[in-house]
């Protein structure tokens, strides 16, 4: 696995006796970009919020840069470089969308020049928030938020972006526009990580996609070779079982 970020046998389970990761294995490197896509029931989110301290991880490893981060809370791993953005709603509506973007810098909040200069930066990736900036967040469009959010994640420069299904409730064009930026960050050498039921839009982006079915690894590969063989795995879907196919 990578040296970057490396799961190993990671299960998770909300009651006991019930795991619904059952020994998941990932590896993402320095600077790409791995998308997570299943079914619905796979486990995808469940494994994100496992990276990211917010799930009840039963057995397995993760280890970031070499040092073992399970078991850390969400604050310890923001200090690491490790921010999430979660598939909920998550922005403060009575705060502006300036103020929701700096709780994002709240590790280096005493840094207020730095700190003014990383919020017009992130808000200035996504256009279509930056006209609001002083505004109410509760009156943007789902869109909106979620774009917020993304940016938010964004302010603390961090090495390792968690994404849980980034275009849930985006209109078309803004779901370009997203992907657009993903693609210019994993340039700039953040590594990504994300699921996602937008597969295509997904595929053209990532570097290596993992599919999980019923809290296991399926199957895996580069991008391409994914989406060479999507209708095979979309069928096992269909089919309620795993894909059968060896990576």
Partial sequence: MSG?????GLRVAYERDIEILRGVDLGIEAGGLAAIIGPNGAGKSTLLKAVAGLAPVVGG???FLGARIDGLSPPALRRLGIA????EDSVFPEMSVRENLRLGGWVRRKERAWLDRRIEECAALFPAIVPHLDRRAGLLSGGQRKLVEVARGLVAEPK???LDEPT???SPAMVRELYRQLARLKQAGIS???VEQNVREALEVADHVYVLAMGLNDVDGPA?????????????WLG???SGLVA
């Fill in 4 to 8: 970057f970020l490396a799961v190993d």
């Fill in 61 to 63: 490893t993760t280890t």
């Fill in 84 to 87: 999430f953005v979660a598939q």
């Fill in 160 to 162: 390792l972006l968690l």
């Fill in 168 to 170: 849930a409730g985006l």
């Fill in 192 to 194: 990504i990580l994300l």
């Fill in 224 to 236: 391409r070779e994914i989406s060479r063989r999507l209708p095979e795995i979309v069928q096992g």
């Fill in 240 to 242: 309620r079982k795993m």
